[in-house]
Each structure stands twice: as C-alpha cells, then as structure tokens.
C-alpha cells in the first residue's frame, strides 16, 4: 500500500483515498503496533548520511597534482645522484623540494578544513519531534520515527517533519522558501487538485522541512526519509561529480608538458656533456648527472604550486574583506572566468521581505517608496510627495489604516535590524504606515474586540473594533482578496463621503485589480462597516456584507536597490546574468525587468521546461533568462545544459532546493544570512552579505588572480627556460666562447649550487610579489575569457622563447668576455668569469620580473605600482650581492669578488632582456591595432570575439 502511494502523486488523490491506501484512519491514525512494524519494515525517517573523509585522506588528496608528482620525480633522482656521490653531507636539494612539496600540503589542507557536510545539514534541518495521532490519542514522537500512514498534526510554530497530503487546513500558513523558493508563505488547502503542479503549487500537501507559519491542521504521511523531497534532494546532490575547476585542469596540463619536457632536458644535457667531455672518471658522470638533475628542477617551477596557494589565499583574504567567503581555492580563479551568473530571485535579487509598493483607491492611485521592512519612505505621486493632509493622502492612510487593524503582525528593531513576528503580508501594512507616521493615530482610536479569522475559502479576515472617536461604536474593517472583498460591498468611500457602488466604479476597480496584477503586485483591497450598537455582536461572517470600499494595495517582494546596478556591470563585462526561481512566472518576469536584466514579457515555467525535449531544452536556456516555478532537478539540469554550451556557471541560491545546483555549478555561491545551511555546505563560496553586487566585486577579484596567475607563470618559465638554454648552449658551444681546456674538457658554464641558488633566489620572492601586483583599471570592460583560451597561449610561449634566449646570450657573452679565448679575449679566472655570467643570469631574471607584469603593456607604466615586487627585487640583489662578496658563500657557491666595473657590465648586459621584451611588445601592439581596426562584419561569433579583446588601447597599455 505505501509503494502505491510513493509511486503515484497524492496531491491528485482526494484524501480519504491516500488514508484507504497507506491503511491508516482519519481519526485514529495508525495504532502503536502497526506503526512499529512499518518503522522496521521502511526504517528510520532520517536522511541517509554519508561516512566522512578521514582527515588523513584528505591530506593525502592534497598530493594528487601532476606538478607535484614532477617534484617527487626530482627527489627521487637527487637521492639516487646524492647516493652514488657517497652520500655526502645532507641531500640538500632533496629537502628543499620536500620542504616545499608539505608546505603547499598544508596550505591546501587548511583552506578546506571546513570539508562539505550537505547531507548532515540537511539531517540538522529536521524537527526532533513531532505531533501524531495514534490509537486515538494524540501524541509527541520523535521525528525518526514517523512512518508513512501516520496521522500528522501540525499547529503554528511545528516543522513540518515529513511529505503529508492535507486531510483538513484551518487559515494553515506553511513558509517553503527554502524548498521552493517560493518568497510568501502558501495558503494551503486540502482540497484535491485537478491538475498535477510544480512543487510549490500542491496547495493540499506539506513538505519536509518547511515551517508552519500560521492556523492549524491535520495531514496523513506519504513519505518519510530519502522518499522525502528533501531527501530527493540529496540524492542529487550525491549525484553530482564535483568538476576540477578550469584553473586546476590547466595547472595539471602544464604540469603534463613540463614532465615531458623535463625529462627531455634532464637525457639531452646529461648526453650531451658525456659525450662531448668524455668520460673519464666516476665522478665526472656525477657532475653530469647532477647537473642534469640541477636542470631539470630548474626547468620544473617547484615553487608554483606552493605560490599558486599563497596567491589565492591572499585572494581569498581581500574577497573576505568584501563580504564574499571562499571555501575552496581554485574557485577564486573560477569566480573571474565565470560566463554565467545564475540567480535565485527571493533574498537574492530581492529583499525577501513584503512591501507595499502601490496603493490604488477611488480618489487616485500613489506609490509607496522604500523597500524591505524598514519603514524608510513616503507616499508620491508621479514622483512627488503628497502633502499630508490632503483627500490622496487620507484616502491611502485610510486603507493602510484598515489594513493594520484586521492584522497579527507585529514589527520588532533590534541594533538597527527590523523583523517580523507573524505574516509577512500583514507587517507590509504596519510597515507602510510606519512610513506615514499614523500608527499612533489608530492605536488611540481603536481597540479589538473580535475578530473572523482568515481561511483559505474564505480568502479574507476581519477585525471588529471599538471606536473611540463615535461613542465605543463597532467597526468591522475587512482585509482580503480583492475580488473577494469586493463582492460584499455596496458603497465606497470616496475623500470625506460614503457614495453608493455604482457599475462604473465596481469596473474600474476591477481594471485597477487587473492592472496590479499584471505588474506582478499581489493585492490586497480594505474595507469596512460602522455597526449602529457599541456592544460585541455575535460574531460570525453575516458581518462581512454592505461593506464600505476604502481601496487596494499591491504588495511585492521588491527587488534589492543594488541589484540593478551590479546586473549592469555583469553585463557590462560580457557576463550573462539569469534568475532561476520557485516564484510564480509574473513575478519573475518582473523582477527581472526591473532589474534590467532582460526584456522578456514571461518567465519560462517548470511545466514549459518538462514538455521539452533535449535539444528544445538546450535551445531555451541558450535564449531565455528567467525561469519561474522550478524544481531541483530544473535547476540542475539548466545548469547542464549551459556546461553543453561550454558556460561557466556561477549558481547563486539560499534554500534547499538550491544545493543540487550549487554543487553542479563550477561555483555555488550561498547566501550567509539568508541561506540555509544546506546551502552553505554545497556551496564553495558564501556571501556574508547576501548581497548580489559583491558577486560581482568577486569575480573582479577573480579575474584580477588569473591576470597575475599569468604575471608569475610568465616570469618563473620563462626565467627557467634561459636558465636551461644557458647551460645547454654553454656546452654545445663551449670551444667557441671559451669553455675547453687544452685537453678538451669541457668546463660548465653554471655550477649545479648556482642553478639551485638561482632558483631559489628568483622564483620565490619576486614570483610571490607579482600574485598581489595591482589589477588593470579597464579588467571588467573585458569579455570573460574563453574555456578554450590556454593560460599559457602561444603568444606566451614565443615570449618565453625570446627572453630564454636573451639571457642565455647576455650569459654567455659575459662569460666570453672574461674568459681567455673563444671570441672575445679576456683574462680573468674560470671562476671570476663563471660568477660574472652567474650574476647575470640573476640581474637578467630581476629585470625580467619588470617585464612579465604585462604581455603587451610597457614595464614603464606604473613602474613603481607593485612596491612589493620593488622589496623582493632588492633584497634579491642583495643576496647576490652577499653570494659574490661574502667568502663562506663564496666557497659554497664557487664564486669571486667583482669589480664595480664588472658589476656595471653585469648591469648592462642583462639589461638586454628589458629591452628586447620592450620591443617585442612593441611590435605585438602594433599587430593588435591593426587587427582591431579591420572589418568586423560576417566574422564567425568566436573570431569576432576574440577581436574584440585587442583594439582597446587602454588596456593593452594598462595590462
């Protein structure tokens, strides 16, 4: 019986059905017996966990990088060369590598301490108890042990603790925002539907995890644990592969590409010195070897992965400062390439808190102004504000009169913040009236004596109140659907007179309803009836007839003030912005247009997207932004279809029904004050703020760490392949510049110490001090980049090409310059000469760190703007500056004083590399002019895309 149930849809069954079918009682519920049976037979009504990750495996996951693996290959070979060597002294460079390999380790292991724990949120969200009838009696239990057949009783203030169809609802509000998204709590109604409907339509059933805002009511369970919604919900989520972010699918393409090219250089050099040396001695296949080691790391950047970290959470340090919290690293990086924003509307877009925003009566209609429950604003009127006192103005404190008095709300400030105590429709009035300032006014004229409460038949209330300014008479003032509470007037007041409801007055408030709806408004109408005894009648609904019409107001969730404005500069930056939400469609698409985020006249709806095929689905999310009345599923697979699209998705949400799609997004951005903490937990990004402009300054962020991610990979290859060129040229050519002696021996242009202490010294400090180098001005006027777009492009590989080139030359000629022989006689010592070259392939890689700040722009522009990268190059030259002058660095690196004069030739010399960057970027805007001045017309959309990158001047000088 409860698997016939689970399989068909109970919200179209009527109710006695699902009681006959789950084999429970209307009255009696299920008896003690049967429910301990059903307990044992379906299990526990709680969400399924998953077993956690051991901490020291997610240690270990921090070692699963391709660079990584390189540097335990370069360990291993520096044991193995230290071994054969005799095992002298400590193995040095081995623990450097090692050293750094557990440092970054760490790094990645601290910043994802806070590992994801969505299914025990979700677990967390769940009441302890619940109330049930039993044997006839009602009853506590405790949540884990409903069952499908048990009679639920849920009364204002319950959770709702599993999936019920409704047998009966007095004025039963139920708040599912967080499942659906839906902003107002939902009249529920146990009435069976006719038609099926999206989750937030299911007027006749109640979820798990959804909040009893207001009335009372009695529902039998359909559903308990992961047959839940909820636990559908986490089923999603455990189906979701969490994606490596585009920054670490290319760090592990890079790191594939310097294997191989490392293990290249490592057999070439090492072949090369062997035979064109010979070989004579054990320890001469040594040197070779350790040589070709010392090359190898040299050419692998083993500070990248340790300096990636450090960049990022820097990063993440400044985005914190900004309100936006990121859990994970890479997804810095992700946030600037993000092509796609996805939003949620309630709490995201909007304040997630009712507001009047229109009041329209029979003397004129005006706008409220302000948002959210602070009672900020005034009443206007095409802009200006009506002058208190006049026939507009009293006529609209007349129905947010009328409207406060048949309510339960009450409004509370704390430190500054204002919240609600009940329902959210009905503190829209008090705020309203707050705005006027006549709250005072009412409280001293009136006093409740009864009231008729709301039900859902019904759609209206009333209050029946004392007046105090007509001798204690009975007012009976009305507050309901518009239609609703139109049918039981007969008069209207119109200024200071109470006129008859004629024909023409009835149609214009009807066209007024008609109009407000239509700009997504929900409305309310107010209106009253002054009874002839100041004695309580009985009470009953024959009050509610003859009625006086005071007016309507319309009541929206409004959007967030900011909100326009960082939609604009998303846009602006080439990024597509698009709601997703539970909302009704009207609404969506109003929100939406305010917000200026599109032009569409509908939203999509869930039931739209069900009839779809694949490619139909495909082709709507390529050209509609808003979608309206979504489920989970929906979410995810919009999302889906955008990665086909080859998007990268940023997915924003708050509720439950939103984790699924954070996780399947390339980055799931939770709201901290708003959002649930399933939300938080599938998420890798929060926002403290719950505010949609500090998305924005985020991807900002982002794309300002990709730019300088570029900035140090630019710096540390390029420095590594003139570091491997030098020594390579140097023993091919070792008999034209002067490297062989007489018996032929080849003499190494760089020792294996200062290959190391180059390393050492250039590609930790002043690599570390480009990841924080200020970001380009004009860096969101750009398009995002393209998911087929390298972060090493080709441009960038002919410029490392060059700059190795450059240096290895300056190198070399230095050391021909004092050497004895080759094409330039000199006359120091191998040694002298060797620390000169030495020097200049560090001065050469400093000058280089001015250049790699830009792949087009000159080094001259804010020369001074990184003072950090200023230090690191000082206290660089310093340190060789103690290496060639201090002698116990001397003896352990090889080297010789220098002259001043030798040192201004050093200066000299690898100076060649800012000049030959200088004209090479010179030449690379010149092309990039002339590209951006062609025709544009019937290029293919990627060509005309990637043109647009290059003709703004600014910012190829800015870069």
Same mark, same amino acid.
């Given at each position: 019986?409860?698997?016939?149930?689970?399989?068909?849809?109970?919200?179209?069954? @009527?109710?006695?059905?699902?009681?006959?079918?789950?084999?429970?009682?209307?009255?009696?519920?299920?008896?003690?017996?049967?429910?301990?049976?059903?307990?044992?037979?379906?299990?526990?009504?709680?969400?399924?966990?998953?077993?956690?990750?051991?901490?020291?495996?997610?240690?270990?996951?921090?070692?699963?990088?391709?660079?990584?693996?390189?540097?335990?290959?370069?360990?291993?070979?520096?044991?193995?060369?230290?071994?054969?060597? !005799?095992?002298?002294?400590?193995?040095?460079?081995?623990?450097?590598?090692?050293?750094?390999?557990? /440092?970054?380790?760490?790094?990645?292991?601290?910043?994802?301490?806070?590992?994801?724990?969505? #299914?025990?949120?979700?677990?967390?969200?769940?009441?302890?108890?619940?109330?049930?009838?039993?044997?006839?009696?009602?009853?506590?239990?405790?949540?884990?042990?409903?069952?499908?057949? @048990?009679?639920?009783?849920?009364?204002?203030?319950?959770? #709702?603790?599993? @999936?019920?169809?409704?047998?009966?609802?007095?004025?039963?509000? #139920?708040?599912?925002?967080?499942?659906?998204?839906?902003?107002?709590?939902?009249?529920?109604?146990?009435?069976?539907?006719?038609?099926?409907?999206?989750?937030?339509?299911?007027?006749?059933?109640?979820?798990?995890?959804?909040?009893?805002?207001?009335?009372?009511?009695?529902?039998?369970? %359909?559903?308990?644990?992961?047959?839940?919604?909820?636990?559908?919900? /986490?089923?999603?989520?455990?189906?979701?592969?969490?994606?490596?972010? &585009?920054?670490?699918?290319?760090?592990?393409?890079?790191?594939?590409?310097?294997?191989?090219?490392?293990?290249?250089?490592?057999?070439?050099?090492?072949?090369?010195?062997?035979?064109?040396?010979?070989?004579?001695?054990?320890?001469?296949?040594?040197?070779?070897?350790?040589?070709?080691?010392?090359?190898?790391?040299?050419?692998?950047?083993?500070?990248?992965?340790?300096?990636?970290?450090?960049?990022?959470?820097? +990063?993440?340090?400044?985005?914190?400062? $900004?309100?936006?919290?990121?859990?994970?690293?890479?997804?810095?990086?992700?946030?600037?390439?993000?092509?796609?924003?996805?939003?949620?509307?309630?709490?995201?877009?909007?304040?997630?808190?009712?507001?009047?925003?229109?009041?329209?009566?029979?003397?004129?209609?005006?706008?409220?102004?302000?948002?959210?429950?602070?009672?900020?604003?005034?009443?206007?009127?095409? +802009?200006?504000?009506? &002058?208190?006192?006049?026939?507009?103005?009293?006529?609209?404190?007349?129905?947010?009169?009328?409207?406060?008095?048949?309510?339960?709300?009450?409004?509370?400030?704390?430190?500054?913040?204002?919240?609600?105590?009940?329902?959210? %429709?009905?503190?829209?009035?008090?705020?309203?009236?707050?705005?006027?300032?006549?709250?005072?006014?009412?409280?001293?004229?009136?006093?409740?004596?009864?009231?008729?409460?709301?039900?859902?038949?019904?759609?209206?209330?009333?209050?029946?109140?004392?007046?105090?300014?007509?001798?204690?008479?009975?007012?009976?003032?009305?507050? !309901?659907?518009?239609?609703? #509470?139109?049918?039981?007037?007969?008069?209207?007041?119109?200024?200071?007179?109470?006129?008859?409801?004629?024909?023409?007055?009835?149609?214009?408030?009807?066209?007024?309803?008609?109009? *407000?709806?239509?700009?997504?408004?929900?409305?309310?109408?107010?209106?009253?009836?002054?009874?002839?005894?100041?004695?309580?009648?009985?009470?009953?609904?024959?009050?509610?007839?003859?009625?006086?019409?005071?007016?309507?107001?319309?009541?929206?969730?409004?959007?967030?003030?900011?909100?326009?404005?960082?939609?604009?500069?998303?846009?602006?930056?080439?990024?597509?912005?698009?709601?997703?939400?539970?909302?009704?469609?009207?609404?969506?698409?109003?929100?939406?247009?305010?917000?200026?985020?599109?032009?569409?006249?509908?939203?999509?709806?869930?039931?739209?997207?069900?009839?779809?095929?694949?490619?139909?689905?495909?082709?709507?999310?390529?050209?509609?932004?808003?979608?309206?009345?979504?489920?989970?599923?929906?979410?995810?697979?919009?999302?889906?279809?955008?990665?086909?699209?080859?998007?990268?998705?940023?997915?924003?949400?708050? +509720?439950?029904?939103?984790?699924?799609?954070?996780?399947?997004?390339?980055?799931?951005?939770?709201?901290?004050?708003?959002?649930?903490?399933?939300?938080?937990?599938?998420?890798?990004?929060? *926002?403290?703020?719950?505010?949609?402009?500090?998305?924005?300054?985020?991807?900002?962020?982002?794309?300002?760490?990709?730019?300088?991610?570029?900035?140090?990979?630019?710096?540390?290859?390029?420095?590594?392949?003139?570091?491997?060129?030098?020594?390579?040229?140097?023993?091919?050519?070792?008999?034209?510049?002067?490297? %062989?002696?007489?018996? +032929?021996?080849?003499?190494?242009?760089?020792?294996?110490?200062?290959?190391?202490?180059?390393?050492?010294?250039?590609?930790? !400090?002043?690599?570390?001090?480009? !990841?924080?180098?200020?970001?380009? @001005?004009?860096?969101?006027?750009?398009?995002?980049?393209?998911?087929?777009?390298?972060?090493?492009?080709?441009?960038?590989?002919?410029?490392?090409?060059?700059?190795?080139?450059?240096?290895?030359?300056?190198?070399?000629?230095?050391?021909?310059?004092?050497?004895?022989?080759?094409?330039?006689?000199?006359?120091?010592?191998?040694?002298?000469?060797?620390?000169?070259?030495?020097?200049?392939?560090?001065?050469?890689?400093?000058?280089?760190?001015?250049?790699?700040?830009?792949?087009?722009? %000159?080094?001259?522009?804010?020369?001074?703007?990184?003072?950090?990268?200023?230090?690191?190059?000082?206290?660089?030259?310093?340190? $060789?500056?103690?290496?060639?002058?201090?002698?116990?660095?001397?003896?352990?690196?090889?080297?010789?004083?220098?002259?001043?004069?030798?040192?201004?030739?050093?200066?000299?010399?690898?100076?060649?590399?800012?000049?030959?960057?200088?004209?090479?970027?010179?030449?690379?805007?010149?092309?990039?002019?002339?590209?951006?001045?062609?025709?544009?017309?019937?290029?293919?959309?990627?060509?005309?895309?990637?043109?647009?990158?290059?003709?703004?001047?600014?910012?190829?000088?800015?870069?």
């Amino acid at each position: 019986m409860v698997s016939a149930v689970a399989d068909a849809d109970p919200s179209l069954l @009527d109710w006695d059905t699902v009681v006959e079918q789950l084999g429970s009682d209307p009255d009696r519920g299920l008896s003690v017996q049967e429910a301990a049976r059903r307990l044992r037979e379906v299990g526990p009504n709680e969400i399924a966990t998953v077993p956690p990750v051991p901490r020291w495996r997610k240690f270990v996951e921090q070692f699963r990088d391709p660079l990584v693996y390189l540097l335990f290959a370069a360990i291993g070979i520096s044991l193995i060369v230290w071994a054969v060597d !005799g095992a002298p002294g400590w193995p040095m460079d081995a623990s450097v590598i090692a050293a750094i390999i557990v /440092v970054n380790a760490g790094l990645g292991y601290v910043q994802q301490a806070h590992a994801e724990h969505a #299914v025990e949120a979700l677990a967390r969200m769940s009441a302890a108890t619940a109330t049930v009838v039993r044997d006839g009696v009602q009853q506590r239990v405790p949540t884990r042990e409903l069952v499908p057949g @048990d009679l639920l009783v849920l009364v204002e203030g319950d959770t #709702v603790a599993a @999936d019920a169809r409704l047998l009966s609802a007095a004025t039963l509000q #139920v708040s599912e925002a967080r499942l659906t998204g839906e902003s107002e709590p939902v009249m529920k109604d146990a009435r069976t539907l006719a038609a099926p409907a999206a989750l937030g339509d299911r007027l006749d059933m109640v979820f798990n995890g959804s909040a009893v805002n207001q009335g009372a009511g009695r529902a039998v369970v %359909t559903a308990t644990a992961m047959a839940t919604q909820m636990g559908q919900i /986490v089923v999603l989520l455990r189906s979701v592969h969490e994606e490596r972010t &585009p920054l670490q699918r290319e760090i592990a393409r890079l790191g594939r590409m310097l294997g191989i090219a490392v293990l290249s250089i490592a057999v070439v050099v090492i072949a090369t010195i062997l035979l064109m040396s010979g070989v004579h001695t054990i320890n001469n296949v040594v040197t070779a070897l350790l040589l070709g080691v010392s090359l190898a790391v040299a050419a692998v950047p083993e500070g990248l992965p340790a300096i990636m970290s450090v960049v990022l959470a820097l +990063g993440v340090r400044r985005m914190s400062t $900004q309100n936006a919290i990121v859990k994970k690293l890479s997804s810095v990086e992700t946030l600037g390439s993000a092509t796609v924003v996805c939003s949620d509307k309630t709490g995201t877009l909007t304040t997630g808190e009712m507001t009047i925003g229109r009041i329209a009566t029979p003397v004129g209609e005006v706008t409220v102004t302000g948002a959210g429950y602070h009672p900020a604003g005034r009443i206007e009127r095409d +802009g200006v504000a009506l &002058p208190e006192g006049s026939d507009l103005w009293r006529q609209s404190a007349l129905v947010l009169g009328g409207g406060c008095l048949a309510n339960d709300a009450a409004l509370q400030e704390q430190d500054g913040e204002w919240a609600v105590q009940g329902d959210p %429709t009905d503190a829209a009035f008090l705020v309203a009236e707050m705005k006027i300032g006549t709250g005072h006014r009412r409280t001293e004229r009136f006093r409740r004596m009864g009231e008729i409460p709301f039900t859902s038949e019904r759609k209206l209330m009333s209050s029946l109140e004392s007046d105090a300014h007509r001798d204690g008479r009975v007012t009976v003032v009305t507050k !309901g659907a518009a239609e609703v #509470v139109l049918s039981r007037c007969t008069h209207v007041h119109v200024s200071h007179r109470i006129e008859p409801l004629d024909a023409v007055q009835r149609t214009q408030i009807i066209a007024d309803v008609e109009r *407000l709806s239509g700009d997504a408004f929900r409305t309310l109408a107010v209106a009253y009836r002054l009874l002839e005894t100041s004695t309580l009648p009985e009470i009953n609904e024959s009050l509610e007839r003859e009625m006086v019409y005071c007016g309507m107001v319309g009541i929206i969730d409004p959007p967030r003030p900011e909100a326009a404005d960082a939609i604009a500069r998303a846009r602006r930056a080439g990024i597509r912005v698009m709601m997703i939400t539970g909302d009704h469609p009207r609404t969506a698409a109003r929100i939406a247009r305010d917000l200026g985020m599109t032009e569409e006249v509908s939203a999509v709806s869930g039931l739209e997207l069900a009839s779809l095929d694949e490619e139909q689905f495909r082709e709507t999310v390529r050209h509609r932004s808003v979608y309206a009345r979504v489920t989970p599923a929906d979410k995810q697979r919009i999302v889906h279809a955008l990665h086909a699209d080859h998007q990268i998705v940023a997915m924003t949400g708050d +509720g439950v029904n939103d984790a699924p799609a954070l996780k399947s997004a390339d980055i799931g951005i939770a709201m901290g004050r708003s959002g649930t903490e399933v939300a938080k937990e599938a998420s890798t990004m929060i *926002l403290a703020d719950d505010n949609f402009a500090t998305i924005v300054k985020a991807i900002r962020e982002g794309r300002g760490i990709f730019a300088n991610i570029r900035k140090f990979l630019r710096y540390l290859l390029s420095s590594n392949i003139g570091e491997v060129l030098t020594v390579f040229f140097g023993v091919v050519l070792a008999g034209v510049i002067g490297l %062989t002696d007489v018996d +032929g021996t080849i003499a190494l242009p760089l020792l294996a110490t200062q290959i190391l202490w180059i390393n050492l010294l250039t590609d930790s !400090g002043p690599a570390l001090a480009m !990841g924080v180098d200020p970001e380009a @001005d004009d860096i969101m006027s750009r398009p995002p980049r393209s998911t087929s777009e390298r972060i090493i492009d080709g441009r960038m590989w002919g410029g490392f090409v060059l700059t190795g080139v450059v240096m290895a030359v300056a190198t070399l000629l230095t050391l021909d310059l004092y050497l004895p022989g080759g094409l330039i006689a000199g006359e120091e010592s191998l040694d002298n000469a060797r620390t000169a070259g030495f020097t200049v392939l560090v001065l050469a890689q400093l000058f280089n760190a001015l250049c790699a700040r830009s792949e087009t722009g %000159t080094a001259f522009h804010r020369f001074l703007g990184n003072r950090w990268l200023w230090v690191a190059i000082g206290v660089s030259a310093l340190l $060789q500056l103690a290496v060639v002058h201090l002698p116990f660095l001397q003896r352990a690196f090889s080297t010789e004083a220098l002259s001043p004069i030798q040192w201004l030739v050093c200066l000299v010399m690898a100076s060649t590399v800012l000049w030959a960057s200088e004209i090479r970027k010179l030449i690379l805007r010149s092309l990039d002019t002339r590209k951006a001045r062609r025709p544009m017309s019937n290029c293919p959309a990627d060509q005309c895309r990637k043109s647009l990158r290059g003709p703004d001047i600014r910012s190829l000088i800015a870069e």
